[in-house]
């Protein structure tokens, strides 16, 4: 794990960088590619869940009563940032099957690079709740900052965001606006191009797990 600054996390794993060299490569497929992100999904989430409290229960193995651990408190949100973020909440929830689930609809403009929001639903009491924000990519954060803003206004104050892969630029951005969210990625790349990708990147990653255009 390495740790540019005190709120960024790099998930500099094996298995995880392995699986990202994959999905960049342009000729990985579309179901390899939805595979791995789920895969890398695991991953992440370990490392984004691994502050949640527990508290102790009684329970009864086979062999003797003892107290043993369970998590406590109101379930946790996933927060998916469409549509990309589908990909790493089906991953997320392979591993927190109670969690409960936000969508957050926003789009780039191409243009302007602006986050355009047609969609928003979350479940209620997100004051009392975690939530970790999903999206693959953190490029300018536009998209980020949008997302995270609308979970705050809602009541959300323990706001974790995971994405695959992120910009400098991105991250710069990001922790200005909101340096009370922790940010934990795969890997933070060379930098945004002209047109506000993220390089070597993997291009877009809608497109790479949906099979559009
Ligand atoms: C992608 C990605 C992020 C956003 C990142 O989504 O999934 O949401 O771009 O870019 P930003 O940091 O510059 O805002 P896109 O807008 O392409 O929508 P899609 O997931 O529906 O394809
Ligand atoms: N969104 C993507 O899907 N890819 C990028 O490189 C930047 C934004």
Same mark, same amino acid.
């Given at each position: 794990? #390495?740790? *540019?600054? %005190?709120?960024?996390?790099?998930?500099?794993?094996?298995?995880?960088?392995?699986?990202?060299?994959?999905?960049?490569? !342009?000729?990985?497929?579309?179901?390899?590619?939805? &595979?791995?992100?789920?895969?890398?999904?695991?991953?992440?989430?370990?490392?984004?869940?691994?502050?949640?409290?527990?508290?102790?229960?009684?329970?009864?193995? *086979?062999?003797? !009563?003892?107290?043993?651990?369970?998590?406590?408190?109101?379930?946790?949100?996933?927060? #998916?940032?469409? &549509?990309?973020?589908?990909?790493?909440?089906?991953?997320?929830?392979?591993?927190? *099957?109670?969690?409960?689930? /936000?969508?957050?609809?926003?789009? &780039?403009?191409?243009?302007?690079?602006?986050?355009?929001?047609?969609?928003? !639903? /979350?479940?209620?009491?997100?004051?009392?709740? !975690?939530?970790?924000?999903?999206? *693959?990519?953190?490029?300018?954060?536009?998209?980020?900052?949008?997302?995270?803003?609308?979970?705050?206004?809602?009541?959300?104050?323990?706001?974790?965001?995971?994405?695959?892969?992120?910009?400098?630029?991105?991250?710069?951005?990001?922790?200005?606006?909101?340096?009370?969210?922790?940010?934990?990625? %795969?890997?933070?790349?060379?930098?945004?191009?002209?047109?506000?990708?993220?390089?070597?990147?993997?291009?877009?990653?809608?497109?790479?797990?949906?099979?559009?255009?």
């Amino acid at each position: 794990m #390495s740790s *540019p600054k %005190a709120n960024v996390v790099v998930v500099d794993h094996p298995l995880v960088a392995h699986k990202l060299t994959i999905m960049r490569d !342009k000729e990985t497929s579309t179901a390899s590619f939805r &595979r791995l992100l789920r895969e890398i999904a695991h991953l992440l989430c370990y490392e984004a869940t691994r502050s949640l409290p527990v508290e102790m229960v009684e329970i009864e193995t *086979p062999l003797t !009563k003892t107290m043993a651990p369970r998590l406590e408190g109101k379930k946790l949100v996933i927060a #998916s940032v469409l &549509r990309a973020g589908n990909g790493l909440l089906d991953g997320m929830l392979d591993l927190v *099957p109670a969690a409960r689930v /936000a969508h957050i609809g926003l789009y &780039r403009n191409h243009d302007t690079l602006e986050a355009v929001e047609y969609y928003f !639903k /979350a479940p209620e009491h997100l004051a009392d709740r !975690k939530v970790i924000v999903v999206d *693959p990519m953190l490029a300018t954060a536009n998209s980020a900052i949008a997302a995270v803003e609308k979970l705050k206004e809602r009541g959300a104050s323990d706001i974790t965001f995971v994405c695959l892969l992120a910009a400098p630029e991105g991250v710069a951005r990001f922790t200005a606006a909101h340096p009370d969210v922790p940010v934990i990625t %795969a890997s933070i790349d060379s930098h945004l191009n002209e047109k506000g990708y993220i390089v070597p990147g993997l291009g877009d990653a809608g497109d790479r797990m949906y099979g559009t255009k």
